[in-house]
């Protein structure tokens, strides 16, 4: 193993009720309440009614920011950050899925930092010499694992560019999960996330170091239980063993956990990053279509972890094949199930019709220094071609 530090301020609560169980005491000591969701789909599952009713009964002074879209943009960002302090929010409470914590802990940060946000703090890795305004979720949707860590991915429109770094200091104090919030979580939605988690843990594990320690093992056992899960989404969407599951492995990946000792290749992430600030598509999806094709130009270079995710994960026979023609038929078996859970498998399907666009897109992608082997933009360009 690698040396490292672990840190994980925030205090999860997991279960039907937690909701209502623990929320009155968590924000006991905050009188203003910035509320914070997307669209609109909480208040028509009555998620949203159950919680302004508990804010309300102990008291508090409401403030409301809503309509954080999928991809939250800066914009969105600075528009929540104005009405943080002009409200005086002593803490944001964050109702929904990965897109509306990113927005809520990147206007945390924001609300009171000095200087250029952008360039200070998503531009390059900045430091946080100043306490973010306190976060608090309620997660009603499985993929992100944005609950656990202090990531904020946003999409900055007019430069065109999505990104986002983890910063402990905007963890959220406390996180409530009840898998019962994620049912009205469309099967599609819910297959996207899941993969999306998968994908978190792949990123992970195709890195070194690739002898034998603890994050792998993890990994590779919280892969075979993510896709087990999505197996069991696909036949029952209403199956609470699985919702629950999904819900909890989304967090374990990107709780920093199986991060620990490794070196991290986000190449993957990186490029859908950047697909998505061009299409605003959805990210699991995104990754659902890179992931085979960028594996194939990749695994040579990591045959060794390559043939071992083939043998452990999807547990292909071995039978006398080379390592590199192991490792083929593991990529092969993950680009089989991305087919059977009905996710996409080429850009089109996500709204690329033109294919000039792809050469912008992939001299847009910036390198990440944990990969088997360093990806440039012409190599990009080659893999957006592919899954053209």
Known sequence: MNNFIYENRTKVYFG????????????????????AYGMGSVKKNG?????????????????EF??????????????GARLARSSGAQIILGIGGGSVMDCCKAVALVAYCKGDP??????????????????????????????????????????????????????????????????????????????????????TYFSAPDERNVSDEISETLM????????????????YGARSN????????????????????????????????????????????????????????????????????WKIREQGKTDAELAKDGIDALESFIKVTGLPTTLRELGIEDQKELKEIADSCHYSPGSYRRILPDEILKIFLECF
């Open 16 to 35: 039907p009720g937690c909701v209502k169980e623990f929320l009155v005491s968590l924000i006991k000591d905050y009188d203003t309440v910035m509320l």
């Open 47 to 63: 998620i949203y009614d159950e919680i302004l009713g508990i804010l309300i009964k102990s008291g508090k002074n409401v403030v």
């Open 66 to 79: 809503s309509g954080i879209m999928p991809n939250p943009t800066y914009r969105k960002v600075m528009e």
């Open 118 to 203: 952008w360039e200070n703090y998503w531009e390059r890795k900045g430091v946080i010499h100043f306490e973010p305004i306190p976060v608090g979720v309620v997660v009603t949707a499985a993929g992100t694992g944005s609950e656990c860590n202090g990531a904020a991915i946003i999409t900055n429109e007019e430069k065109r560019r999505k990104t986002g770094y983890d910063y402990p200091a905007c963890n959220p104090r406390f996180a409530l999960m009840d898998p019962t919030y994620t049912f009205t979580v469309p099967k599609e939605q819910m297959i996207s996330g899941a993969f999306d988690s998968l994908s978190h843990v792949m990123e």
């Open 224 to 239: 075979q239980s993510i896709i087990r899960n999505i197996r069991m989404i696909l036949k029952d969407p209403q199956d």
């Open 246 to 313: 999904l819900l909890w492995e989304s967090s374990l990946s990107e709780n920093r956990l199986i991060k620990l000792g490794k070196q991290c290749d986000f190449a993957c992430h990186l490029m859908a990053h950047q697909i998505g600030a061009y299409t605003d598509c959805s990210h699991g999806q995104a990754m659902a279509v890179l992931h085979p094709v960028y594996y194939r130009h990749i695994y040579k270079s990591g045959v060794e972890k390559f043939s071992r995710f083939a043998r452990n994960v």
